[in-house]
């Protein structure tokens, strides 16, 4: 069984940071891409930034420069680094993962969820 587990969220004034990261485990074979998404009440999920294997991002316009997606193969982890926090970024954040593990093949896992929210 593999899981996601997302930390970091919580409240932050416009234009402070936070830094969401997200844990892997379990019978984990390899790890395809990750990424972060996010959705907001009443909006449908989006994405947010998407990191590949090789290390390539992709980042939604609505975060691009203030942003930045990383992750560490090593440890399984993917880590969102937010700055310059807008009221508009207030959503639950979802990790995602395309991992093949020994017991299911390639598949797609999603993290729990953790709320950031963003007001003065």
């Known amino acids: 069984q593999v899981q996601l587990v997302e930390s970091g969220g919580g409240l932050v004034q416009p234009g402070g940071s936070l830094r969401l990261s997200c844990a892997v485990s379990?019978?984990?074979?390899?790890?395809?891409?990750m990424g972060w998404y996010r959705q907001a009440p009443g909006k449908q999920r989006e994405s947010v930034a998407t990191?590949?294997?090789?290390?390539?991002?992709n980042y939604a316009d609505s975060v691009k420069g203030r942003f930045t997606i990383s992750r560490d193969s090593a440890k399984n982890t993917v880590s969102l680094q937010m700055n310059s926090l807008k009221p508009e970024d207030t959503a639950v954040y979802y990790c995602n993962a395309v991992v093949y593990d020994l017991m299911n093949g390639r598949r797609d896992y999603w993290g729990q969820g953790t709320q950031v929210t963003v007001s003065s």
């Open positions: 379990g019978s984990i074979f390899r790890i395809y891409d």
């Open positions: 990191i590949t294997r090789s290390d390539i991002t």
